[in-house]
């Protein structure tokens, strides 16, 4: 059974925590997917067998967590991040971002540096609500969305994904490719070559955008969006402990 933390708003976030020595490792999760995904449980176990605390949690409107998901936002994920790591931590932490959740770390790591030991992105989408996904709407889906207020695509997931308008708009607001993004700390970044969601063309841009110095880009050959084969796994440990 998870913990939950009460924030500000009345909201529970439900996570699952083991202590050991730090930085954190604080798991951050993609969009629609929940703290017991199969990387986020298998990197809890590696970081618990080596002795390394480890957080992982469910974002507002995600898995055991409260609010509805077609009320969430990046800007709400990202200080989802922040609430965690402030409430839970109190020394140096590393945010491993899964797809969205690779954007809403970035985000909650420039709000607060000094904190952030390292990043590991796996397939990041920063972004992704308006280059990536209104980027490819039609004319239908876009008057959709002014209308009814939501556009409804597959998922993969037992539910569709539901773009609020809220989140769309949002996103763009919170976008952050157009612009230095002022990091210095280590950052690893891991992408499938073959994933079909974030096209690594896409993720390549935060070479351009970061300031860090450290930052690494590796292309898997391969790798789909999940990357979560034993050798993706296995690189996604190797990312965290060279930070660590």
Not at 5 to 16: N, Q, R, S, W
Not at 66 to 73: A, K, L, Q, R
Not at 105 to 112: D, F, H, S, V, W
Request: proline content about 5%; aromatic content about 8%.
């Amino acid at each position: 059974m998870p913990d939950f933390l009460d924030t500000p708003d009345g909201e529970k976030i439900a996570y699952k925590m083991s202590e050991g020595r730090g930085p954190t490792v604080i798991w951050c999760g993609g969009l629609k997917s929940d703290m017991e995904g199969g990387k986020a449980t298998h990197l809890h176990a590696w970081a618990e067998a080596r002795g390394q605390t480890f957080i992982r949690f469910d974002y507002f409107g995600h898995g055991e967590s409260s609010g509805d998901f077609t009320d969430g936002t990046i800007s709400r994920w990202a200080s989802d991040i922040a609430y965690v790591r402030d409430q839970l931590t109190d020394g140096p932490v590393i945010l491993v971002g899964s797809s969205m959740g690779g954007w809403a770390a970035l985000l909650a790591a420039t709000a607060n540096t000094p904190r952030t030991q390292g990043l590991v992105l796996i397939n990041p989408a920063p972004d992704f609500t308006e280059k990536l996904t209104v980027a490819g709407w039609t004319e239908e889906q876009i008057a959709a969305l002014e209308n009814d207020g939501v556009v409804y695509e597959p998922s993969g997931y037992d539910e569709p994904y539901a773009y609020s308008k809220a989140l769309i708009e949002d996103g763009r607001a919170r976008q952050i490719l157009d612009l230095p993004i002022p990091l210095t700390c280590p950052i690893r970044i891991l992408q499938g070559y073959d994933d079909n969601v974030v096209p690594w063309t896409h993720s390549k841009r935060l070479l351009d955008m970061l300031t860090s110095k450290d930052v690494t880009y590796t292309l898997v050959k391969g790798g789909d969006h999940s990357l979560s084969r034993e050798s993706d796994l296995i690189l996604i440990e190797s990312a965290i402990a060279s930070i660590s």
